[in-house]
């Protein structure tokens, strides 16, 4: 099961996609990831799905990655005595620390920490950025607030702080307790929100302690700021722009979106982007002609993946949204704008004899003869290094660990597939060659790069770059015996 595309779907499971049959018909429909969201079902529900996953991994032969997205801090606000209160701009009240139900002059804010971080003229956005609000005077244990837009607020609605950092570690309790839980298991990728600085993806690695790769969801203004250093304990990278769109301008959400596949693609980072791609196709069999293009245009941006989430976890047309998706991803790379566009920019090398070798490799991939490049990878680092580069031939990831090739399912254009360590430069030769013809990526005579390293399995250790073309003609086999 070779993809006719490059970039590659996620979907997230939920009630209306974990079962066994269905997860197998997703991953035949197109899926390469398949998320499980925490900050929805039971760890049961999780590990059910999660089986389902391997399961369909099994019958297809093609790995699957599995990702775990953590809930994150959760800032809310107080209640009311009545439910809810009646607003419009001008409207004055206080936000203090007091637990009493609230009504339209004061309500709890139980989160000291928002309160410190509070300044006179910062703006605060409450339920979704329905409600916007400007700080007036305040102290460490309440804030005036005044209200800029909206009309009613409500109990326990969500509290966002664009112009402040919040002093709170991005993982609760609870998501402690569904990290460990996700390793247990066996998850490829572990997605953490509410980032803001680099200290929270460091805290997430030291805790994962290499068991998953690490994902930082890009969801705060904050992280934008200091998106250079969190890519630097990152594995990969989120666009999250429904929760990014709550605390910026609508305008600057594409923007951003750019801003943070072209960073990630400059450091070889897997970039998905997420939130309201199909959103319709909740409730309708057919995407509108907006989300078509929004889907279309993140393909011509290169990301590496794109995301489904109510759409596969809770819609009424799971396996239509992902049928949909992979038919625009591959309509849009058969476009002849698309090539020239994946090949406007590349990384700058670094002083690695890797980088060398993979460039060297893209220009030779970019001959008519050749069928495909087969990179031999223990740990994922070349394999990925060579998506950076954009290579619009076929990429066969062939690696001995069942994990890596999990993580690679992520990854631009790669093929991930299981394969023994070669041991000598004959075995990688003929295991290439082998492998490029029986997945169908080679036909007789074509020529196949091979990227590959020695001493052989060694990871990071990539220093051979091999011509070899597929026989013409099969082997000879030898006479039974008998």
Not at 106 to 113: K, S
Not at 400 to 419: H, K, M, S
């Amino acid at each position: 099961m070779n993809r006719a595309r490059r970039a590659r779907i996620v979907a997230t499971l939920g009630p209306a996609s974990r079962a066994p049959g269905t997860v197998k018909a997703l991953a035949q429909a197109g899926v390469d990831v398949f998320r499980l969201n925490f900050s929805h079902g039971s760890h049961e529900d999780h590990a059910v799905a999660l089986k389902a996953v391997r399961g369909a991994e099994l019958a297809l032969q093609r790995p699957l990655g599995v990702l775990a997205d953590l809930q994150g801090p959760k800032l809310r606000l107080g209640r009311f005595a009545e439910g809810a209160i009646d607003i419009a701009p001008g409207h004055r009240m206080r936000f203090d620390l007091d637990p009493t139900p609230g009504d339209a002059t004061r309500v709890q804010m139980p989160h000291p920490e928002i309160l410190k971080a509070l300044r006179p003229g910062m703006s605060l956005l409450l339920d979704d950025g329905r409600v916007r609000l400007k700080v007036g005077e305040r102290t460490d244990g309440w804030a005036d607030v005044e209200v800029v837009s909206g009309t009613k607020l409500s109990d326990r609605k969500g509290v966002a702080v664009p112009e402040a950092i919040i002093p709170v570690s991005a993982l609760t309790p609870k998501d402690r307790e569904d990290l460990a839980f996700a390793l247990r298991i066996g998850v490829d990728w572990v997605a953490l929100s509410f980032v803001q600085k680099a200290e929270d993806m460091a805290e997430l690695k030291r805790l994962v302690a290499g068991k998953a790769a690490c994902l930082a969801k890009i969801e705060k203004p904050q992280a934008l700021k200091d998106l250079p250093a969190i890519l630097d304990y990152s594995d990969g990278v989120m666009v999250a722009r429904g929760d990014l769109g709550v605390e910026l301008e609508p305008e600057e959400v594409p923007v951003a979106q750019k801003q943070i596949l072209r960073a990630a693609r400059q450091r070889g980072v897997p970039a998905i982007v997420a939130t309201q791609m199909l959103e319709s196709m909740t409730s309708a069999p057919a995407p509108t002609r907006a989300e078509a293009s929004d889907v279309a245009n993140a393909v011509y941006e290169g990301a590496d993946a794109l995301m489904l989430s109510a759409e596969t976890a809770s819609g009424d047309y799971p396996l239509e949204a992902v049928t949909i998706m992979n038919r625009i991803m591959e309509r849009v790379e058969r476009d002849p704008l698309w090539p020239s566009l994946m090949d406007a920019e590349h990384a700058g090398m670094d002083e690695h004899d890797v980088d060398a070798l993979v460039a060297a490799a893209r220009k030779a991939g970019e001959a008519q003869s050749t069928a495909c490049v087969v990179v031999f990878t223990t740990l994922g680092g070349t394999a990925r290094r060579m998506a950076r580069e954009r290579p619009l031939h076929p990429v066969l990831a062939l690696t001995p660990n069942a994990d890596t090739a999990r993580r690679l399912a992520l990854v631009w254009g790669l093929e991930p597939r299981l394969g023994r360590q070669p041991g000598s430069l004959e075995e990688v030769t003929d295991d290439a060659i082998n492998a490029a013809t029986q997945h169908g990526l080679a036909g007789p005579g074509q020529r196949i790069l091979i990227l590959a390293g020695t001493p052989f399995g060694a990871p990071g250790a990539a220093n051979l770059l091999r011509l070899a073309h597929a026989p013409t003609q099969p082997k000879p086999r030898g006479r039974k015996k008998g």
